[in-house]
């Protein structure tokens, strides 16, 4: 079976009278049904409600909300993608590994 990456935001505080974002807590599974390798975290943001890029919360899609993740995650010199691509790769180099591992081992008894 093929390893999936799902990134998810599952909680986020918000400020209510500009709907400013100040917290987000998301996570990244990689799975392929019976082994999974997780990766989370929160990320703490600042705002400028006067900005002309501000999305306030009633605005904001899931994907808008990742693209901050992503973007949080940048080491060095990579974009957003390749960040958001190196998490994906290490989590699931660690899920292949596991099933590495099953394949190579048994349990139960010889009777």
Request: charged share 25%.
């Amino acid at each position: 079976m093929a390893i999936t990456n799902t990134w998810s935001v599952s909680d986020m505080q918000r400020t209510d009278s500009d709907g400013g974002i100040s917290l987000i807590y998301w996570s990244m599974v990689s799975s392929d049904g019976t082994y999974s390798a997780s990766e989370g975290g929160k990320l703490r943001c600042e705002y400028d409600a006067s900005a002309a890029d501000f999305i306030s919360y009633s605005d904001l899609s899931e994907a808008d909300v990742l693209g901050w993740v992503y973007t949080s995650l940048i080491e060095g010199d990579e974009t957003a993608d390749e960040a958001k691509a190196r998490v994906e790769a290490d989590r699931t180099a660690k899920v292949q590994k596991q099933i590495d591992a099953a394949a190579t081992t048994a349990s139960g008894t010889p009777w």
